[in-house]
């Protein structure tokens, strides 16, 4: 059964996020389909706050959008003299110095970059256009499930700025630095059958099978232990940072040892797993 949550909904709603808390998994939607689940500081901003303040009982987060789409990217008319209500357009963000600026961006980038959190299994369930910072939205997560009228697209580049999401890292260690070189770059769109070949999306199902899919998913990943999950993927990401053999075999070791801690206080009545 759904559960509420105490993150402020006015907070939610201005960033045209939507959160539903069912047991050890919460669903995150983009919830403004009129424009395609087109994103705004608003919504970095919920999401941020979601990142902070979510049950720590919660074990897979599911990220998804409504409607015909997951997230077109950034509200275009955050680019235009036209003015999205309450939100600070883009040339506000250089008004506040080079400190002032970094600042503000790093508070965005904090929207995205716990969905990474080892603490955590995060899932993009995606549909119809991933554009920019929908793009990076689901780069964000550890596993893509996609429909098959799925298209990723960094159209950043094409309209003068870089991807500056936290989406640059993930993309160059899932399909390799020339061809995310590529995809950056000329900003064409990735398919559901590419996407799932060169790596991008974990799996590829019919638009009117991906919330089974999905569905199935997040039952597998709440099999394990809550504790073996978080330990593995923090030895994957820091297997991803490139570290020497000995580096990677002693993080085992230690990761091995707590989890063997944990499991004997499990036997002996004294659970930390």
Known sequence: MSAPTTI???????GGVRLVVDGPRATITLDRPDVLNAQTPSTWTAL???????????????????????????????????QVEGE??????????????????????????????PSRVTIAAVHGHAIGAGFQLALACDFRVAADDVQFCMAETSLGLVP??????????LVGYSRAAEICLTGRRVGGEEALRIGLANTVVPGDRLD????????????????????????LAHAADNPTEQSQLQAEREAQLRRLSALTALATGTPNA
């Not at 902070?52 to 008319?77: E, I, M, W």
């Not at 500056?164 to 260690?173: C, W, Y």
């Not at 099999?223 to 978080?230: K, L």
């Open 164 to 173: 500056d999401l936290g989406g640059t890292l993930p993309l160059v260690r």
């Open 8 to 14: 402020d909904a006015g907070l939610l709603e201005r």
């Open 212 to 235: 089974a899919a999905v569905d199935d998913l997040v039952t597998q990943l709440l099999r394990p232990m809550p504790g073996a999950v978080r330990e593995t993927l923090a030895l």
């Open 48 to 82: 941020r706050t979601i990142g902070a303040q979510l049950d720590p009982d919660v074990r897979v987060v599911v990220v998804r959008g409504s409607g015909r789409a997951f997230s077109a990217g950034l509200d275009r008319r955050m680019f235009t003299g036209a």
């Open 88 to 117: 600070p357009g883009l040339a506000e963000i250089t008004l506040r110095g080079p400190e002032g600026g970094a600042a503000l961006i790093a508070e965005f980038q904090e929207g995205f970059r716990w969905l990474r959190d």
